[in-house]
C-alpha cells in the first residue's frame, strides 16, 4: 500500500494567507457598515436599528446590502462641508 500522499507545506501557507486577506476584507467591508450607519441619520430610529440588526446578523451579505442599498436611506450626519 502506498502512503497517502499529503500536499507540501507551501499549500498551506498559500491557503493561510488567502483565507487573511478574505476575512480582513470581510471585517474592513463590516466595519466601514458599522461607521457609516451609526453616523448617518435616518427617517426614523427604527430604520437605524434595523440596518445595524442586518449589518451585523448578515456578516456576509449584511455590509454589502447597506453599503448598496441602506446609504441611500441615510443623510450625513454634521455639518455642512
Known sequence: ???????PLSAYIGMALGLIVC???????????????LQREFINTATKVVWLIIVLL???L????YLIMGRRMGVRAGPPP
Not at 500500500?1 to 500536499?7: G, H, K, R, S
Not at 476575512?23 to 450607519?37: M, Q, R, T
Open 1 to 7: 500500500m502506498d502512503p497517502i500522499a499529503t500536499p
Open 23 to 37: 476575512l480582513g476584507f470581510c471585517l474592513s467591508i463590516l466595519a466601514w457598515a458599522l461607521v457609516d450607519c
Open 62 to 65: 449584511g455590509p454589502i446590502a
Open 58 to 60: 448578515l456578516v456576509g
